[in-house]
DNA sequence: GTTGTTTATGATTGCGCTATCACAGCCGCA
DNA sequence: TGCGGCTGTGATAGCGCAATCATAAACAAC
């Protein structure tokens, strides 16, 4: 009804009143607090019905309670990965009755410094990060500072702290193998990001599994953005050791790449062979569809929140732990396979 | 150093008897009050920088003033279109020193109400929310709640508040203009989750369109899910006013027909014509590359929140205001122009 | 030289909640 | 009959901060 009106929230001390009862029997009974009588909590829970009472959260966190909430700090929301990350690490919260902070860092060591800061001080009980630079200054003071922090994907290198994370190199293997299978020798790396610890990653695990495979020849090209993609294959169709595959270590080099070789009328698959590290649903509409190693975003958001609560609330004393989630091939046209859709039975 | 020392953290009394002066000096220095006298100023930074003291957010909600913080929800943060508006109100709110705690509803009402009514008691000094069912009940308390809050994207039906959203209407009648410049007459719209008031609107603007043509047998299917589009397909293509152009009136709606198409061997742009309403960056790397009437997302966000941050601060005296942000329609070849690439001259 | 205004500071109080202590019944068992 | 243990309840204090009031010095104005 009263629109404008300030209407000032009813405290505990007004439902004590209402009750007829003393404001430490209110709190108890909210509390679940077990030395309460039958009689007593159902006249407190009227009151608190009838005067339509909410707990100020401010105050009970004065008290030092808990904050039941987190913080999550990722590069961009907007980014596929991430957000369905958050969306994960949203719900895992939401089942266990915590709420969370979102802050973007933009990939800026600064920000993220000042977004963790602020989270610190809000305070939140513990903070779910994706370091934008793993050796950043001044992870080292918040990894010893009693908000506990778990880093997602990429772990800090600089100081411990829990971290979940994929196995990018094993992944990498698996992408640059299965181009092997193909019957391709000269298979050629490219990425963005590239001062990334998991994209370092993923390009060692390009030259592991090339070496492995007796193959000497790496090529490994950096893609500085967008732009770059269609000088750098330019140069790489010209030069003697073309390329027969392509390894996108991530997925803006993915697209990046897919873009030129389109505006170059160069066939994926036919052409040349690609797979890419991470993967997309829109990859099954892209013609030919992209084969690529697909990271478990979800999972990724899930198992990193459940260990973030579970250090909150101590169940989990032990040090450091590190956690590295499979990931697995998925394999479509654009490596050569399955292509020729029309042409066969079907 | 100390790792797992208590090491309570310093306090503003701490503050002010390391810097010998009272309390009062030291709110003052760190709100930035007029009367404080340089030199006690310096001091008291000086004794802050060496206790690293930290405001406790807690206390000074407390103390009645504002919370510095926003809530977001949305229905789904790894939906393209839902992350792009989170990025821009994380954005928007960062540069107003606000953070934002986000939720995300999975366009479940009982879920969305539980989140508001968590953050309103958090409490957080405004909202921003995208409601699931425009004509769910709860909406009708929250909207007269003292906590400001601004729909994006779906307007209350049921109560009023600020909004923003797209120009649905006329979004729509943008895309089958296009299709009738292409001499189309047969126009059949598909729609997706048709309870939500921007699709309605975007039917009734397809609607409009036709007749105001002259135009009359409007076909409209509503697809249900990912697998009914195959269904429908079949089913339209088989009749006998077999439609020669697609409106989709959402994104999920869009990849479904495309992926059917696809299924079915039906060429777009050639055999059949579409455009679809939300336009989505990996479009381009369709083929055809996909015609859509492309949504301002990130305007979405930015002038909801700041629309948001004014009415906390009270800046924004005026009853509710409803925003409306335009649309365009980005031209690519899923509708049939610019086809035959690599055929013209280029 | 008295009054008034501006500048600079501190003491106190209270925001809404929970921890702590205190206390009153009530049971059982010696 | 009494003592210790349980059960239920309330008074009080204090979490860390800022609003309020009080104060005092410095200067201006008459």
Redesign the pocket.
């Known amino acids: 009804m009263s629109h404008s009106s300030p209407n ?2 009813a ?3 007004d439902v004590a009143r209402a009750a ?6 209110v ?2 009974t ?2 679940g607090h ?4 039958e ?2 909590a159902r006249k407190v829970q009227e009151a608190i019905r009838l005067l339509d009472y909410r ?2 959260h401010a ?2 966190m ?4 808990l904050s039941r909430s987190i913080g999550l700090i990722v590069p961009d929301i907007s980014d596929t990965f991430f957000s369905v990350v958050s969306h994960a690490v949203q719900e895992a919260a939401r089942e266990n009755g915590y709420l969370v902070w979102l802050a973007a860092s933009d990939e800026d060591s600064s920000i993220e410094a000042a977004q963790v800061e602020m989270m610190m001080h809000h305070p939140v009980d513990g903070i779910l990060l994706v370091p934008s630079d793993s050796r950043a200054k001044y992870l080292k003071a918040i990894a010893t500072a009693p908000t506990p922090i778990v880093t997602i994907d990429r772990p800090m290198e600089i100081a411990t702290s829990d971290s979940v994370g994929v196995e990018n190199r094993s992944g990498a293997r698996l992408a640059i193998d299965h181009l092997i299978g193909h019957g391709h020798r000269k298979i050629a790396c490219v990425a963005a990001n590239s001062h990334l610890l998991t994209i370092k990653e993923r390009i060692s695990g390009y030259r592991e599994a090339m070496q492995r495979a007796g193959m000497e020849g790496t090529q490994e090209f950096i893609l500085p953005g967008r732009s770059a993609a269609r000088r750098i294959l330019t140069e790489m169709f010209a030069s003697p050791n073309r390329p027969e595959a392509l390894f996108t270590a991530n997925n803006a080099s993915t697209i990046w790449v897919i873009e030129a070789l389109r505006e170059m009328n160069i066939r994926m698959g036919k052409d040349i062979a690609l797979v890419g590290f991470d993967d997309v649903d829109f990859f099954t509409l892209i013609t030919p569809s992209v084969t690529a190693v697909r990271q478990p975003a979800s999972e990724l958001g899930s198992v990193s929140t459940r260990l973030l609560l579970q250090r909150i609330k101590g169940e989990f004393k032990t040090s450091s732990v590190r956690t590295v989630l499979p990931v697995t091939l998925t394999v479509r046209e654009s490596c050569g396979c399955n292509l020729k859709r029309g042409n066969t039975g079907e």
Chains 1, 2 share one sequence.
């Not at 077990?34 to 009588?37: D, E, G, Q």
């Not at 004065?62 to 309670?65: Q, S």
Request: glycine residues 10%; proline residues 10%; hydrophobic residues 30%.
């Open positions: 000032k929230r405290t505990l001390q007829g009862v003393g404001p430490m029997t709190s108890r909210i509390n077990p030395y309460v009588a009689e007593t707990p100020n105050a009970r004065l008290t030092g309670k």
